[in-house]
């Protein structure tokens, strides 16, 4: 059976299962240890915990397989993941990113390597046109969201792989809003996968995570080296936390999704709501490159409000769902862009986005649909358009 090519599900329930050489433990027990005792002379398998930790390699291990990469790293936080990534520049080089990008990406850049010489061009990468023309002898990496963070843009990963490829660079896809189960970027031709494994992965909102996942040994081994030396790396018991999530990763994801489709079909239909961004819906725009590339639609949903300025009272008016920033967790999570996830993205930029008052970006949790909607529903009335 263990030879037999298994299902993502299949892989993600048994995530760290099985692997205990000393009592069988199924679960992989967590390894609350900073050093080893060396069996000899020599050093044993593992030496520090900031370079290896068997509860660590183990989550790795599994995540690597889920997504079809040669390994994987894990970080204290996505923008750990990040961050280990852009260690990979020097001096001189740069950029293109996805412009509707998580705030938290655009700040590092403009805020942290800008200082350190390295170069960014931010594009609509939906347009490959776009990107190819933003590509110069310097570029060394593209880093796209697809779909995006927060309009949920979708944009054509073997598009982007035949671009910079030509060009000699790294294609990265931060896939944290579709999951190895939903969307597998290194199979179409991406390389490197990057998590804030707090969303989906550990997927219950109480713990900060992040993984890179590398397309070959090389990239990986670089990538091991950097978090060995930078330090980012992610402890113990928030490695077994999430491989906790990811073994029920499957069916959160099933429920969540068809939680959102039926959301995204009500909002788009009430009179309060100007549009909805919905990878899932046939009006969003890429719909048909999102179907090709993706198993599925996700579970996240962004709207616009018709009365954009009077997005207070209908955030004030929910009671199910919760205001908060994140996503992808069990609760149901509402977040307002302009002023939490995207505040510091030059004012320009947001007005180019149209990442204004109005929107509104959805995180559909495990509820029972018909609640959500109601909640929905009640809060919408408050700033009923006329
Ligand atoms: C798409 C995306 N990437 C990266 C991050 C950063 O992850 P973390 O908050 O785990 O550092 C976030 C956080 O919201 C995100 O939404």
Sequence with gaps: ????????????????????????????????????????????????????????????EGLAQLEGGASASLFSSGMAAIVALFHLLSHGDHVVLTEDLYGGTYRLWADIFQKFGIKATFVNTSDPDQVA???????RMVFIETPSNPHLAVTDLAAMAAITHDQDCWLVVDNTFMTPLRQRPLQHGADFTVYSGTKYLAGHNDVLAGALVCRSQALGRQIADIANTTGGVLAPFDCWLMMRGLKTLAVRLDRQEANARQIAEFLARHPAVDHVYYPGLTSHRGFSIHQEQAQGPGAMVSFQLWEGNRYAEFMDALSLVLPAVSLGGTESLIAHPFTETHRELPEELRRRLGIGPGLMRLSVGLEHAPDLIEDLDQALKTIRKG
């Design 1 to 60: 059976m263990r030879d037999k090519q298994l299902h993502p599900e299949s892989l993600a329930a048994h995530i760290g299962v099985g692997q205990d050489p000393a009592y069988g433990s199924v679960s992989t027990p967590i390894y609350q240890t900073v050093t080893y005792q060396h069996p000899g002379s020599e050093l044993g398998r593992y030496d520090y915990s900031r370079t290896e930790n068997p509860t660590r390699t183990a989550l790795a």
């Design 133 to 139: 023309s933003a590509i110069r002898k310097e570029t």
